[in-house]
Each structure stands twice: as structure tokens, then as C-alpha cells.
């Protein structure tokens, strides 16, 4: 059956330190991965998409990497603040036509001082 | 820019009652839309597609008849939970992709509507 497996434990981090988030699917032929961030009592919003002939992406404190050999990606925040503290959840889509979205279960990120 | 709007936020109602919740795109035109259901600390579940001037296409296992959906202009789509029990409480999510850009694989989504049927 497919799967995308996300850490569900809490990861919690320092100010300053990085922080890495892991995404694991099974049963999936992505044609792209998408990270989102999601607040308590909020929908999620889009951070950032990698494409699965792209093996990194970067976008200001946040890097996404794609293997689809290990049918992982991971999702990293260098400089990690407190206002970073989120849900992150990764999405698939296998259709490859950005209709049909399946979510990861999330990460819970805390970032103290 | 790309903003979505849901209301009501939060919704109470009783059992056996139907609720309708709006989706609307401010700033973009959205021939598509999703709707998305969120349990407590569960992952977003696709209900259903939405699609401007036409039937939705519901997910395996969501009823059409107990969640209609309704997509009549650009900008709004509504769902409505029909005959509500307690276990239809939860964080209603919708999202929207702007027809001006049909490569993009963004989707915008609204901020959800907590609904808790009692």
C-alpha cells in the first residue's frame, strides 16, 4: 500500500541550530514533492517544490533535497528561530497534473531560545 | 496575492442539521478547487475535487450525497454536510489553484472551518 511517513514525534531543536526534517514514501512514483507549513487551527501554506530530476532546492533559510532512489526527502532550516516553530507536512502527488495531493502525517517543530 | 477565504471559521451545529461552508478565492480565479478534511493530530485527507461548471469528483469511500459540493463561479466553491453527526466534527480545509498559471502545482489554501456537531 503507499505510504509517506513523517516523523511523528516532536523535533526540538535550538535557536540557531538546524533543523531536519525527513520524508519517507513507499508505493509512489512522484513526479514532484511539495513541503508545507502548517500553524494550530490554520491550512497549510506552500514552502517550497522539487521536482524529481532535481536532487536540491533552495529557498532563503530552507533546503529541500530529493533522492528517489531512497524515496526520501529531507527539508532543512538553517538558523532555526522560534517563529519557525510548526507542523511541517510533505506532499505527493503521483498523478503527476497537481490534482491530486496526499499529505504526510506532519513533524511538529519547536524551536526554543 | 493568492489569498482564500473560508467562513464561517467555526461552526457548531446539531445532530441531524446540514452545514454549508464557502471557499473563495480573493485575488485569483480558481477553476479548481479541493477540499480537504483534518482529524486531530491526522494528516489532511482529499475529499474531493471541485470543478468549476461541473460535477465534483469525490474520493473513494467520501459520500456525494452527504458532502455536496458545489463550484458555480470562479471564486466560490461551497460544501455542504448534510444530516451531520458527531463524527463529521472536524478541521474543514479547502484549496485552489489559479487558472492563469496551469503549470503551477501550488495550491493555495484557506485558513479552515472547525466544524463540531453536537
Known amino acids: 500500500s503507499q505510504k509517506i511517513e513523517q516523523n511523528s514525534e516532536a523535533l526540538n531543536i535550538q535557536e540557531g541550530k538546524t533543523a531536519t526534517l525527513t520524508c519517507n514514501y513507499t508505493?509512489?512514483?512522484?513526479?514532484?514533492l511539495q513541503w508545507y507549513r502548517q500553524d494550530p487551527g490554520r491550512g497549510p501554506v506552500f514552502l517550497l517544490l522539487?521536482?524529481?530530476?532535481?536532487k536540491e532546492k533552495r529557498k532563503e533559510r530552507l533546503k529541500v533535497t530529493f533522492d528517489t532512489t531512497l524515496k526520501q526527502s529531507l527539508f532543512h532550516i538553517t538558523a532555526s528561530q522560534p517563529a519557525d516553530s510548526a507542523t511541517y507536512l510533505c506532499a505527493l502527488d503521483n498523478t503527476g497534473t497537481a490534482s491530486k495531493l496526499t499529505f504526510g502525517t506532519g513533524t511538529r517543530l519547536q524551536v526554543t531560545l | 496575492g493568492a489569498v482564500v477565504s473560508q467562513h464561517p471559521s467555526r461552526v457548531i451545529c446539531k445532530s441531524g442539521t446540514s452545514v454549508k461552508i464557502e471557499c473563495r478565492s480573493l485575488d485569483f480565479q480558481a477553476t479548481t478547487m479541493f477540499w480537504y478534511r483534518q482529524f486531530p493530530k491526522q494528516s489532511l485527507m482529499l475529499m474531493a475535487t471541485?470543478?468549476?461548471?461541473?460535477?465534483?469528483?469525490?474520493e473513494q469511500g467520501v459520500e456525494k450525497d452527504k458532502f455536496l459540493i458545489n463550484h458555480a463561479s470562479l471564486t466560490l466553491s461551497t460544501l455542504t454536510v448534510t444530516s451531520a453527526h458527531p463524527e463529521d466534527s472536524s478541521f474543514y480545509i479547502c484549496?485552489?489553484?489559479?487558472?492563469?498559471?496551469?503549470?503551477?502545482?501550488?495550491?493555495?489554501f484557506g485558513p479552515g472551518t472547525r466544524l463540531t456537531v453536537t
Open positions: 508505493n509512489y512514483s512522484p513526479a514532484y
Open positions: 522539487i521536482r524529481e530530476n532535481e
Open positions: 471541485s470543478n468549476e461548471g461541473s460535477k465534483a469528483t469525490y
Open positions: 484549496s485552489a489553484r489559479d487558472r492563469l498559471v496551469p503549470h503551477s502545482y501550488e495550491q493555495y
